[in-house]
């Protein structure tokens, strides 16, 4: 058993830290503030490669490992957890692609996304279908020549600024699970409609929206695998992508701590830091713990993609571990500044409030342990 | 063309420094690497150079201990063709520094046309192995420089005086200069950068190699220490108006008296 990372890892860790703190950081709470996109930001971190990680080299990619994508994913959040949504949001929606697209898909569609900087959005919850997502309503019909995609989508990450959509819809809901089928989409397609900016808790900066599908024509060599695949695809993707989230929340903890050391020691209360009343030390203390042990299992789950072993049981553990942690590490950070914690003239309610929704998206907490739970019992 | 770039490993600016118990330096073995900032103007310079030279070689020098070969490595990351590396404990002093960087780039067998180097090493901040070096290959030297411009063999330089007045030198390479900060803006090491770097060419050699010893060091450190804490700031109250006068002649004559800066 070998713990350590490689020199190259190593170096990526670095320079995506230095990106971070150099380029996100001195704007995250500007742009959480008025809720500005972060387009240079994110063109900037694609020309350095740090974008898009999915790819395999042979369609131009860096051919990183899922190892190698957390270890990006967590120092990139470090910086801003909120930018860090739209970044990952691309690898999201290009999984699928990865993952259930022919030879000529992958082409056609990732090989744009290393030519020049673009964005895409991955389109499966819908209003009435959340955690629900074999009940989606969203309907893929044959017209003929083409498909004909006819629902409304909900919390669409970047859809106001993507160039490529995935969307999942059915090609029969009596099917259940077996009628879900996914296709691309080109954003521009007549007849989709964006619905407004959500005014959002946290990650303000990345831009959520609904999206309607009104009679759109997509063209037949669009659809990833079969029609009926869209599910297995699916789940095979939040195989990769769960660990890459859960990286994001270990990225925000990360920096919960690191300002909560930095603080605790320079605040003086009863004459001396904060950082020599025991009761401070045992929240720092329980925030490294809770920090390496999610590191542990976000590692694992990606070693595990890597070595091509089935990870869904480790990988929900390492997405609800992370983020339940990330929640209560950044709460107690706005706990050990005190009422400085509470004000926004000082970086730790924001990380408070981008920790929620590391809880919520990619199935939820709940939705991870009822995978656990199966995934134990059967 | 042949670039030089001198390139410092120094600690983390966030590194707790710790003398060694017999005060001859400072722990190292906790201590995070990182390039010398002012060097990677330096290396900055050097690519920029290349972009308009593509057949300008950029070959990046250390001296210094080789457990951590971070800033060579970031330097080809950024760029840069190749690599030497002095194999030396950390804490040499200038002449040897200069020395062994002169003996490792006459080993590479090529002829410099420019040298780069950061105006200071942001550890010992010693600011004079740049103009030694010059000294050594009897070159032309410019330090604190701000701006370049490069026309054949024509090199015009702004240093930097006192002020923030500045100065215009032109000179002819082969040329030396230490660059300072707004020179340029240092690129990242893109992550193919960090891949192709893996592949490049990076010579290693003693530091008897490049024929350097114990009788060529000039200084000697034998007392490293942190500097004394600072004491608690004194507070004066003057909100009593009938006691202002006798608080301000008590503060004049501490001012003479403990502070003497009046
Ligand atoms: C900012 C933001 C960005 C997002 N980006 C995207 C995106 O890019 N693409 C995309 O497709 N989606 C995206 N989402 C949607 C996200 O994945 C869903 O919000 C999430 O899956 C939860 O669905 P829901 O909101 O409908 O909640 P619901 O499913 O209604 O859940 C409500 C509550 O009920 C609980 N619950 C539900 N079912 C069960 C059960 N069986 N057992 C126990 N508890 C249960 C949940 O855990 C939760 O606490 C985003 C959401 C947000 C807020
Ligand atoms: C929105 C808001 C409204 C407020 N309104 C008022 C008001 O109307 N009037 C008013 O007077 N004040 C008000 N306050 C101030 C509030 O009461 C203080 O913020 C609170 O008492 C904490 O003090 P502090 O912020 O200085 O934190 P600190 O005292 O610096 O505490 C920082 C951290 O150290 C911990 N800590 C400190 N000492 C110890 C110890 N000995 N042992 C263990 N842990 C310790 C604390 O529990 C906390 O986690 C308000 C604050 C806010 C944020």
């Given amino acids: 058993m070998d713990f350590s990372l490689s020199t190259e890892q190593r170096e990526i860790r670095e320079l995506a830290l230095k990106f971070a703190r150099n380029e996100m950081t001195p704007h995250s709470q500007e742009f959480d503030e008025k809720g500005i996109f972060p387009t240079d930001i994110f063109k900037k971190a694609w020309e350095l490669g740090l974008i898009n990680t999915c790819i395999p080299a042979e369609y131009g990619g860096a051919g990183f490992s899922s190892l190698d994508s957390v270890i990006i994913g967590e120092s990139l959040a470090y910086g801003c957890m909120g930018m860090n949504t739209s970044f990952m949001a691309n690898d999201l929606a290009l999984l699928p692609i990865v993952i259930g697209g022919s030879d000529e898909q992958k082409k056609k569609f990732l090989t744009p996304f290393t030519e020049e900087f673009r964005i895409a959005s991955f389109c499966l919850t819908e209003p009435g279908n959340g955690s629900d997502a074999g009940g989606i309503k969203t309907t893929i019909k044959d017209g003929g020549d083409h498909w004909i995609v006819n629902g409304e989508k909900m919390w669409i990450t970047n859809a106001g600024h993507a160039n490529l959509f995935v969307v999942y819809g059915t090609i029969d809901p009596a099917l259940k699970h077996k009628g879900i089928s996914a296709v691309v989409v080109d954003p521009k397609t007549a007849g989709i409609e964006l619905g407004k900016k959500e005014d959002k808790m946290g990650h303000r900066s990345s831009d959520t929206r609904g999206v309607r599908f009104n009679n759109v024509k997509v063209p037949k060599e669009n659809m990833l695998g079969k029609p009926g695949d869209g599910w297995a695809i699916a789940m095979s993707t939040l195989d990769h992508s769960r660990p890459l989230v859960a990286s994001s929340a270990l990225g925000g903890a990360q920096r919960a701590l690191d ?22 030390q045992f929240m720092i203390a329980e925030m490294g713990m809770k920090i390496e042990a999610s590191r542990l299992l976000v590692h694992k789950a990606a070693w595990m993609c890597d070595q091509g072993l089935k990870n869904t049981e480790i990988a929900s553990y390492a997405k609800a571990f992370a983020s339940d942690s990330c929640m209560q590490i950044t709460t107690d950070a706005v706990q050990i500044y005190g009422g400085y914690g509470y004000s926004k003239e000082y970086p730790v309610e924001k990380l408070m409030r981008d920790a929620k929704l590391i809880q919520i998206y990619e199935g939820t907490s709940q939705i991870q342990r009822l995978v656990m739970a199966r995934e134990l019992l059967k | 063309m042949n670039i030089f770039v001198c390139v410092k490993q120094v600690p983390d600016t966030e590194t707790k420094i710790t003398p060694t118990s017999d005060g001859s330096f400072i722990e190292t073995a906790s201590i995070k690497w990182i390039m010398n900032p002012y060097d990677e103007y330096a290396v900055e310079q050097a690519l920029l150079i290349k972009t308009a030279n593509p057949a300008a070689n950029v070959t990046v020098v250390r001296v210094g201990s080789v457990k951590d070969t971070e800033a060579l490595r970031t330097a080809m990351a950024m760029g840069a063709d190749d690599a030497s590396l002095v194999e030396a404990t950390d804490n040499l002093d200038s002449y040897s520094i200069a020395k062994a960087l002169k003996g490792a780039i006459e080993k590479t067998g090529k002829t410099p046309d420019m040298i780069l180097a950061g ?55 082969p040329v030396v200069l230490a ?39 000039r200084v000697k450190y034998s007392g490293f220490k942190l500097p004394p804490e600072k004491p608690a700031g004194k507070k004066f109250d003057a909100t009593d108006a009938a006691k202002q006068k006798e608080v301000v002649s008590q503060v004049v004559g501490l001012l003479r008296t403990e502070a003497k800066v009046i």
Avoid at chain 2, 136 to 158: A, D
């Fill in chain 1, 259 to 280: 300002l909560s050391i930095q603080y605790s020691k320079e605040r003086v209360q009863f004459g001396v830091p904060i950082s020599k009343h025991q009761a401070v």
């Fill in chain 2, 119 to 173: 105006k200071q090493a942001i550890d010992d901040d010693c600011l004079q192995v740049p103009q030694i070096l010059a000294q050594m290959f009897n070159l032309p030297s410019v330090s604190v420089i701000v701006g370049f411009e490069m026309n054949g063999n024509t090199v015009k330089v702004k240093r930097e005086v006192e002020g923030g007045a500045l100065e215009v030198y032109e000179l002819s390479t």
């Fill in chain 2, 179 to 217: 660059c300072n900060k707004g020179l340029n803006t240092p690129r990242y090491a893109s992550l193919p950068g960090i891949m192709k770097a893996k592949k490049k060419p990076l010579a290693q050699h003693s530091l008897a190699d490049v024929g350097v010893s114990d009788a060529d060091r």
